[in-house]
C-alpha cells in the first residue's frame, strides 16, 4: 500500500507491468512497464486468476491502463 502511495496509485486498482517480452502484443499495443493494467476489453480486472483467464481467454482488443497520472485506453492494431 505505502509503495502504492509513493507511485501516486492510491485508489487505483489494478496490475502493474513489470516487463513486456519482445515481439508480443502488449508491444505491438504499446503497453510498457509500470503500465497498471485496469481492464481488458472492457472487464475490470479484480483478481490475478481473472486476468491470467482474460488474457487467454481470446483476442484482446483494447486494454484500459493507467499511466503517468492518467487512465487511458490503448486498441489492439487491425490486422487484415
Known amino acids: 500500500m505505502e509503495e502504492a502511495k509513493t507511485l501516486g496509485l492510491s485508489g487505483i486498482n489494478g ?3 513489470l516487463s513486456i517480452a519482445k515481439d508480443s502484443k502488449a508491444k505491438t499495443m504499446q503497453i510498457k512497464p509500470n503500465d497498471v493494467l485496469l481492464a481488458i476489453n472492457g472487464i475490470d480486472i479484480t483478481s490475478i486468476a481473472q486476468l491470467q483467464d482474460l488474457m487467454f481467454r481470446g483476442s ?3 486494454v484500459k491502463i493507467f499511466r503517468a497520472g492518467a ?3 490503448l486498441q ?3 490486422v487484415f
Open 71 to 73: 487512465i487511458s485506453t
Open 15 to 17: 496490475f502493474m507491468v
Open 60 to 62: 484482446i482488443m483494447s
Open 76 to 78: 489492439a492494431p487491425l
